[in-house]
């Protein structure tokens, strides 16, 4: 079982900036894959950043430049610094991370934390 907790969410001015943290904790093997996705109403969720335990980042192009994705390994933490937020950027953003256990992949997710850019 493993836990995600989320923090860092919430309401900001267009062109501020917010961070985002996910710490994992419980039957943790190797971390493969820590990333953040996001959805808003009536739309699929989609991958915003992530980061593989080698440092290869994947980055969507509507956030690049602006966003920054880092982790902490020791604390097994994921970090989505955003910057230069738009109104766009409203959405749940979710935390995600993969653990592999030998040969078996375990996708993870977060409960979720709101982020909201309005003037």
């Known amino acids: 079982q493993v836990q995600l907790v989320e923090s860092g969410g919430g309401l900001v001015q267009p062109g501020g900036s917010l961070r985002l943290s996910c710490a994992a904790s419980?039957?943790?093997?190797?971390?493969?894959?820590m990333g953040w996705h996001r959805q808003v109403p009536g739309k699929q969720r989609e991958l915003v950043a992530a980061i593989t335990s080698g440092n290869s980042t994947n980055i969507a192009d509507s956030v690049k430049g602006r966003f920054t994705i880092s982790t902490d390994n020791a604390k097994n933490t994921v970090y989505l610094q955003m910057n230069s937020l738009k109104p766009e950027d409203t959405a749940v953003y979710y935390c995600n991370v993969v653990i592999k256990y030998s040969s078996i992949y375990s996708s993870n997710w977060g409960q979720g934390t709101q982020v909201t850019v309005s003037s």
């Open positions: 419980g039957n943790i093997f190797t971390v493969y894959t």
